[in-house]
C-alpha cells in the first residue's frame, strides 16, 4: 500500500524568505502526486498536481513542485512566501490516477511578518 | 458549478445518539468521497462511491458507520451511537472519472462538517 511522508509538521519562515515543504512517498508503481492547501476552519484546495510529463509543476500563486522519481519524492517550494501562505500543506499520492487519494499528515507554514 | 456542499457545518451531539451528515457533490461527478480528519492529522480515506455503487471501504469505517448514495448524486454518512472518538472533521470530495485522463484526477473538497461528541 502506498503512504506518504512529510518529515517536517511545523515549519516557520520569515515573510519573503523561501520555502521548501518535503514530501516523500512509498509506491512500487506509478504515481500521481498532489499538494492541496487548508486554511483555517476550511476544506482543501488543490494546489497543484503531477499526472505525467514535466517533472517541474506550477502553481498560479507562485508555488511549485518537482517530482523525483528515483528519490520518490515530491517536494513544494517557493521563493518569496507572504503572509497569507500561512496554511496547513498537504502532499497526497493516487495510484493510477482514479484510486482515493492518500494523504500525509501535513505540514503547518507559518509565515512570520 | 457550486462547488462541493456540505451540512450541517457543525454537530455536537452525546454520546451514544445517532448523526448524519450530507453532502452535495459537485454537479455530474460521477465519484464520491468521504474522508475524516482529526486535530493535527491528515484526511483518511472512509469510502467512496461511483454513481451509487460503494467501491471501497475502509478499515476505519465501522459498524457504526453507514454511507448511502442513493441516487448517485447526493451521499449521507451516519453514526450510530456515537463515540467521543468520532468527534473530527468528516470531509467530502468529489470528481469525474472516465471522461478523459485529466478530467478524473482532480477531487474537490467540501469545507467539511465538525462533529463534536460530548
Known amino acids: 500500500a502506498q503512504s506518504v511522508t512529510q518529515l517536517d509538521s511545523q515549519v516557520p519562515v520569515f515573510e519573503e524568505a523561501p520555502v521548501e515543504l518535503r514530501c516523500n512517498y512509498s509506491?512500487?508503481?506509478?504515481?500521481?502526486l498532489f499538494w492541496y492547501v487548508q486554511y483555517p476552519n476550511q476544506g482543501l484546495q488543490l494546489l497543484l498536481k503531477?499526472?505525467?510529463?514535466?517533472?517541474l509543476v506550477e502553481s498560479i500563486n507562485g508555488f511549485e513542485a518537482e517530482f523525483n522519481k528515483s528519490q520518490t519524492s515530491f517536494h513544494l517550494r517557493k521563493p518569496s512566501v507572504h503572509i497569507s501562505d500561512t496554511a496547513e500543506y498537504f502532499c497526497?499520492?493516487?495510484?493510477?490516477?482514479?484510486?482515493?487519494?492518500?494523504f500525509g499528515k501535513g505540514t503547518r507554514l507559518s509565515v512570520i511578518a | 458549478d457550486t462547488g462541493v456542499s456540505q451540512n450541517p457545518r457543525h454537530k455536537i451531539t452525546k454520546r451514544g445518539q445517532n448523526v448524519t451528515f450530507r453532502c452535495d457533490p459537485i454537479?455530474?461527478?460521477?465519484?464520491l468521497y468521504w474522508y475524516r480528519q482529526t486535530l493535527g492529522q491528515g484526511p483518511e480515506f472512509l469510502t467512496y462511491?461511483?454513481?451509487?455503487?460503494?467501491?471501497?471501504k475502509s478499515r476505519l469505517l465501522s459498524d457504526r458507520f453507514s454511507a448511502e448514495r442513493p441516487k448517485g448524486s447526493f451521499s449521507t454518512l451516519e453514526i450510530q451511537r456515537t463515540e467521543q472518538g468520532d468527534s473530527a472533521m468528516y470531509l467530502c470530495?468529489?470528481?469525474?472519472?472516465?471522461?478523459?485522463?485529466?478530467?478524473?484526477?482532480?477531487?474537490?473538497f467540501g469545507e467539511g462538517s465538525w462533529l463534536t461528541v460530548v
Open positions: 497526497a499520492v493516487s495510484v493510477g490516477g482514479n484510486t482515493p487519494l492518500v
Open positions: 470530495a468529489s470528481s469525474l472519472v472516465g471522461q478523459g485522463f485529466h478530467a478524473g484526477n482532480t477531487i474537490y
Open positions: 503531477y499526472l505525467s510529463g514535466s517533472t
Open positions: 454537479s455530474e461527478h460521477n465519484r
Open positions: 509506491s512500487s508503481v506509478s504515481v500521481y
Open positions: 462511491f461511483q454513481n451509487e455503487a460503494q467501491l471501497e
